[in-house]
């Protein structure tokens, strides 16, 4: 239910109540990586890239099949110009079958 509230005020643009559903959901159900990766997007909508790429490790870590989220810390990766980090989320997407990576343009997420 928290996800999901979360999903609405970011749906909104209210990333602040967004991070608040989420964080509640990730306290209530701290192995669910859907609200992890959320509460990342969030972050990042916000412009904090640092806490974005925390909450994306995790959903990684918890997730199955985590390529799209390991593309989505790359690009956060790259745009703080850490290309040595965000290489590696190119290899963790081909080891789940997936053939490209393309980052976003430059400034983009700056």
Do not use: C
């Amino acid at each position: 239910m928290r996800y999901w509230r979360g999903r609405i005020w970011a749906g909104k643009g209210d990333e602040e109540k967004a991070v608040a559903e989420y964080s509640d959901a990730i306290r209530l159900d701290p192995e669910d990586a859907a609200s992890f990766e959320a509460r990342a997007q969030a972050w990042l909508a916000r412009g904090e890239r640092d806490r974005a790429i925390a909450d994306f490790t995790s959903a990684i870590d918890l997730d199955e099949e985590p390529a799209h989220v390991l593309v989505q810390r790359g690009d956060i990766w790259f745009a703080k110009d850490e290309l040595d980090k965000a290489i590696a989320p190119e290899i963790g997407v081909l080891r789940f079958g997936f053939v490209v990576y393309v980052p976003w343009p430059p400034g983009l997420l700056s």
